[in-house]
T-cell receptor, first 115, second 113 residues
Framework: EPEVTQTPSHQVTQMGQEVILRCVPISNHLYFYWYRQILGQKVEFLVSFYNNEISEKSEIFDDQFSVERPDGSNFTLKIRSTKLEDSAMYFC?????????????FGSGTQLSVL | GNSVTQMEGPVTLSEEAFLTINCTYTATGYPSLFWYVQYPGEGLQLLLKATKADDKGSNKGFEATYRKETTSFHLEKGSVQVSDSAVYFCALSHNGGYQKVTFGIGTKLQVIP
């Protein structure tokens, strides 16, 4: 089965630094997402992206966050100035349709640790 | 708002035991319901889904029935295997929109031989 690939698997950064988390969605998919899970808490929706623009975002996704699809294959999440509370597992996902019944394909996640 | 509540683990079972992981939800309208599974070192994978009341989703011996009257979507398997050890997430997706999925906290299942 095709896979969503995320790199790196672990990222350690200092508070205030910028980080970019990278994802390669499944090649024919059109809808892209970022979710995160803080240790011991629920998996939370951050943002969805379609047709080169954000289609929906959560309250968590403030001005410190941005997403980009810089070429035909990558989908990135940038955190401009990391905070301690940004430490979490970040999951990228993609789907070929946008409907609520559609299956999301998730990557294995990037564990971000902010020191 | 929409939310999902599932039993907190970890759940430890012997091989061939019966599994139930409870899940209830709060949602407006008619959400679709999912169970995702995360095996160690891997991403979340869709295990099964149900899109309307009384639908039963099933896959790999797991089943869950969409119960609108009790707002529940409990996961069951008659005989678990060691390879079923993973974290199981109950989830729902909102009406309309772009697959903004609301997840439960996840239940870790450990099956011992």
């Amino acid at each position: 089965e095709p896979e969503v690939t995320q790199t790196p698997s672990h990222q350690v950064t200092q508070m205030g630094q910028e980080v970019i988390l990278r994802c390669v969605p499944i090649s024919n998919h059109l809808y892209f997402y970022w979710y995160r899970q803080i240790l011991g808490q629920k998996v939370e929706f951050l943002v969805s992206f379609y047709n080169n623009e954000i289609s929906e975002k959560s309250e968590i996704f403030d001005d410190q966050f941005s997403v980009e699809r810089p070429d035909g294959s990558n989908f990135t999440l940038k955190i401009r100035s990391t905070k301690l509370e940004d430490s979490a597992m970040y999951f990228c996902a993609s789907s070929d349709q946008g409907g609520t019944n559609e299956k999301l394909f998730f990557g294995s996640g990037t564990q971000l640790s902010v020191l | 708002g929409n939310s999902v509540t599932q039993m907190e683990g970890p759940v430890t079972l012997s091989e061939e035991a019966f599994l139930t992981i409870n899940c209830t939800y709060t949602a407006t309208g008619y959400p679709s319901l999912f169970w995702y599974v995360q095996y160690p070192g891997e991403g979340l994978q869709l295990l099964l889904k149900a899109t309307k009341a009384d639908d039963k989703g099933s896959n790999k011996g797991f089943e869950a029935t969409y119960r609108k009257e009790t707002t529940s979507f409990h996961l069951e398997k008659g005989s678990v295997q060691v390879s079923d050890s993973a974290v199981y997430f109950c989830a729902l997706s909102h009406n309309g929109g772009y697959q903004k999925v609301t997840f439960g906290i996840g239940t870790k299942l450990q099956v011992i031989p």
